[in-house]
């Protein structure tokens, strides 16, 4: 590939950031606004990065991708997440797993857990699978989340209400475990699911 001129790399950057962020590509109208110039100019830009081997282009407003766009990414495995009993946190598993980029969403830190235990079955969670979690601190109800309780960790259905927080396990021969807020804090979101057979 033939290198960039100063201007073409911040509109390559741009349209790599947007695919990222957004999962489609930008509009040429995007990138003529995002660098105050015109459409005409921008598509001048956007068929330089074309012909120099950066992205590829075809029919329609939203049709740019990148030539060297991986399908996948290796993010770490943390640890053991317990789909059961709340086990210790994080028993080190040195250990990292490929995960398809279309389960990702948007910008973030991302990492793995490996369920031990069959309390979220009926969510089709088992034992072994790798659980895909986003960092975050906080999380929508509903949502399947690695939540710490007195430094144990586990994986479960999260509510708030009447000031309380609900873990509430995905099979019918657990209970659902109710805490003061102050004692469970969310380290991740679960995205996805990888499952290994054999």
Known sequence: MKDLTEKQTLVYDFIKEYIMIKGYAPSIRDVAKRFKMTPRGAQQHVIALEKKGYIKRGKGPRTISLSDRKESIIVPVKGKIAAGQAIEM?????????????????????????????????AHIIDGDYVILKRQYTAENNSIVAAVVDDKITLKRINVRDEQVELVPENDAYQVMVYDPKRVRIIGKMIGLIRITS
């Open 90 to 122: 994080f028993e080190e598993i040195d250990e990292e797993i490929e995960v398809p980029l279309a389960m990702l969403k948007g910008y973030g830190e991302y990492f793995a857990l490996k369920v031990q235990g069959e309390s979220m079955i009926n």
